[in-house]
């Protein structure tokens, strides 16, 4: 967001208006709506209204509509007035849009470290992806949230994953994720795009929580609820 925020500010400056239009384009299509909006749906409709987990996908989504109603003001001047006016009040908020001030860049949100490391799940959920779509063609799977996925990857890519397991899986929208050796997978598929990545995609074991939608071996163990995941006990 803050990214996008310094190159919409500068494009504006620049009379870059077009510039503008691209990037709050692409930042609405590709990074929210096909990647974060996607996963977060999940969060949003399974855990407890005031958990922590949903009150900051909450939260979040509050910082990037209020930062995107007012970095569109300028172009789409009715329809930010509109969504301002339906944005929840808080303390300070402007009667307008139009009277409040411009996002301003905050600089310790910036971190080299931490956007490379989800580039690097970004790019390989784009190439995991191909070998889903495979398995959905060959009738393995029907749904994503079928799938358990085996990830064989170079050293420095098994050793992220591996500290990020949890992340990639919600990224990828499957039931089921584990690190492998490439001889253990069977029918693998080998990236072209990144070498060494080599993935495989077989039904995901357990059954299907009919909460979550997420395939768990521990569906069935609770007598009260047996049609419940162990993850989504907690949130009943």
């Not at 407890?48 to 001047?77: D, E, F, H, W, Y």
């Not at 995609?201 to 521990?218: H, T």
């Amino acid at each position: 967001l803050q990214e996008v925020i310094k190159r919409v500010t500068e494009a504006y400056e620049r009379h870059q208006f077009h510039v503008v239009f691209y990037t709050l384009y692409n930042y609405c299509t590709v990074d929210l709506s096909a990647q974060y909006l996607d996963i977060l749906k999940d969060r949003l409709y399974t855990n407890k209204a005031a958990s922590v987990a949903r009150r900051s996908g909450q939260t979040t989504m509050l910082t990037i509509l209020n930062a995107m109603t007012r970095l569109l003001a300028p172009i789409l001047t009715f329809t930010a007035e509109e969504v301002w006016a339906s944005l929840p009040e808080w303390r300070q908020k402007e009667t307008s849009v139009h009277l409040a001030q411009f996002p301003q860049v905050n600089e310790q949100y910036f971190n080299a470290a931490l956007g490379e490391r989800w580039k690097t799940m970004i790019d390989a959920k784009s190439e995991i992806a191909k070998a889903i779509e495979l398995a959905r063609k060959e009738k393995v799977i029907g749904h994503s949230l079928d799938a358990r996925v085996s990830i064989a990857a170079p050293e420095k890519m098994r050793a992220l994953f591996a500290a990020h397991l949890e992340d990639l899986r919600a990224l990828l929208i499957v039931s089921q994720l584990q690190l492998a050796d490439e001889k253990d997978i069977a029918k693998p598929y080998a990236s072209e795009e990144i070498k060494g990545l080599t993935v495989g995609v077989e039904k995901a074991r357990g059954a299907k929580c009919e909460r979550c939608w997420i395939y768990e071996e521990s569906v069935g163990a609770s007598t009260e609820h047996p049609t419940v995941c162990s993850r989504c006990l907690p949130n009943l």
